[in-house]
């Protein structure tokens, strides 16, 4: 029996190219909406379209979008990780305590530990809660949900056990010479051939995800037990591992975000990066992921991050009160769901 679907060859040049124009516009949703989101503010503001305000763009959406790409691996097993920013405080808590403060162990003073060293235990932190996330979600069958909203509550009471409550590096360690190390100010605050490195390394973290969505088997993994989790069990993925390692993923570009804030502040504390949870979700889904897994990719969530650094770029310098701010970011995250789910009933229907 011949096959009843109609393909792109089958139909009138007519309408093969209403298709591809509609499917343009399906796809580059996201890409779309920044651009006529820069002419508007262009038109609305001078000083939007110019090269310093663009660096600063680039800078402030640094950390939300290194977020967002450890997020995207998580919405795209179908969960939600509510904890980002507290990894990102403790993770940023622990290297700059280590960083400024003696480390002492069973009555034995270590000293204060070379850079490298400190750093490298702040992203072994944000790892460690990734997979404390994953193998309780795993192990447990608890919701994502859930999960996360109580590991999010733990580790800000950690990170301020570890800090004492108190910003860090304190006054008593900058009196004494003890401060954070040039290269941690660098990456948060400098600029490499007029970039901004934090945006830079954005960009890295983003490349890297994307080449491991699209190229390796975990990438294969995380969409196939985000699409279909029995189709996936059967095909003999172990889904328990593939959302650990989904949570590891998105607990070490929270600790790396969680460190670019420290060079960009010059300080860190336990309730640093408040709020940035549901900022990397909203970019997460701005960016065109399907918030119930199994579609979607960094690239997206880059741009929606770009999004949300524009817009708020924006109504700063139309002086739109904060209060006013926050009312016109949520209408743009509702209508921007709202056109996602009517984008893919389209693509069903086609």
Known sequence: MASQQRTGADLPSSTSTGLRYRDLLLRGGPFIALLILCVLLSMATPY????????????????????????????????????????AALSASVTTVLLTSPLVLFGHDFGILPAPVSIAI???????????????????KI??????????????????????????????????????????????????????????IALIVALVGFYILRYRALGRAIYAVGGNREAARVSGIDI?????????????????????MVGRLNSANALMADGEELRSIAAVVIGGTNLFGGEGGVIGSLVGAVIIGVLNNGLNLL?????????????VIVLVVIFDQWRRRKSTST
């Open 143 to 200: 919701p994502d949900f859930i999960t996360t909203l109580g590991t999010m509550t733990i580790l800000r009471g950690v990170a301020l056990i570890v800090t004492d409550g108190l910003p860090v590096p304190s006054f008593q360690a900058t009196a004494s010479g003890a401060g954070l190390p040039e290269a941690l100010i660098q990456a948060g605050s400098g600029s490499l051939f007029g970039m901004p490195i934090s945006a830079i």
């Open 48 to 87: 939007f379209a110019t090269v310093d305000n663009a660096f600063n763009i680039t800078r402030q959406s640094a950390f939300t979008a290194i977020l967002a790409v450890g997020q995207t691996f998580v919405i795209l097993t179908g969960g939600i990780d509510l904890s980002v920013a507290a990894v």
């Open 122 to 140: 702040g992203l072994l932190v944000g790892c460690a809660c990734g997979a404390l996330n994953g193998w309780i979600i795993a192990r447990f």
């Open 240 to 260: 328990g591992r593939t959302k650990i390692m989904a949570y590891m993923i998105s607990g070490l570009t929270a600790a790396i975000a969680g460190l670019i």
């Open 319 to 331: 002086n739109v009160s904060p209060f006013w701010q926050r009312i016109v970011q949520g209408l």
